[in-house]
């Protein structure tokens, strides 16, 4: 975790502490003596203590969901550099290969490179921009390998430069690795969105009435400082 996590950890756990304390103390009989007639009684009580235990548990659910995530995105990044390695090289191969064949190139959704124009002195040259979006990566990859695997020409041309359909196919299945890890990113990361709004939502709930309860105990324990000293209030 980095320093902001550590710090929200000591957060909630210090609030947690706290709120734990006072639900613990305050059904005591005593105490209830001087909190039950302004409302917080054992049934009020034992409000704070469910809110407060949904929001320990929303806590626990959120660092679980965010560890999931985290082992989703490390998974999908190494399918993904197997699949790249495995896609440019076989760019390469079909770019020395069919060097002469545009139709076949285009085919496989490459196409000729064209002789680099020399920049005139001074002259400033329009940076390109190139898509890198998981799906755009992932139409490339999928023309090249559909496209080839369909072509018989393709393959024995590529053969020759040990690309041959065994190959290809090897290449195409780690594509559907890839895309498959991508959906496993894409429900982690939906958890997660999900557990950090219900733990907002439960932690707001528990402080909520934590702070209602602090406020009711001063105004009925005035006189006790005892008491208060026993529900955490120093």
Do not use: C
């Amino acid at each position: 975790m980095n320093n902001k996590d550590d710090r929200e950890s000591a957060s909630f756990a210090e609030f947690a502490v706290k709120m734990r304390l006072f639900v613990d103390q305050a059904v005591l009989p005593e105490v209830q003596t001087y909190l039950s007639p302004y409302g917080f009684d054992l049934a009020r009580i034992g409000e704070g203590r469910l809110l407060l235990e949904r929001a320990e548990a929303a806590w626990d659910e959120k660092f679980e969901a965010r560890g999931l995530r985290k082992e989703a995105t490390e998974t999908m990044n190494a399918k993904g550099r197997l699949v790249w390695e495995h896609f440019g090289m076989g760019q390469l191969a079909a770019r020395e290969t069919l060097r002469g064949r545009p139709d076949l190139l285009s085919a496989l959704g490459m196409t000729p490179r064209r002789p680099r124009r020399k920049r005139a002195e001074g002259e400033v040259l329009k940076r390109a921009y190139v898509s890198q979006s998981f799906s755009t990566r992932v139409g490339q990859a999928r023309t090249f390998y559909d496209n080839a695997l369909a072509s018989p020409e393709i393959i024995t041309l590529l053969s020759a430069r040990g690309y041959d359909a065994v190959r290809l196919t090897e290449g195409r299945a780690l594509l559907a690795d890839w895309s498959a890890a991508n959906d496993a990113q894409e429900t982690a990361k939906g958890m997660l969105s999900k557990a950090y709004a219900d733990l907002d939502a439960a932690r707001g709930s528990a402080r909520r009435w934590y702070l209602d309860a602090r406020m009711i105990a001063r105004r009925a324990l005035r006189g006790r400082k005892d008491l208060q000293h026993a529900l955490g209030m120093d």
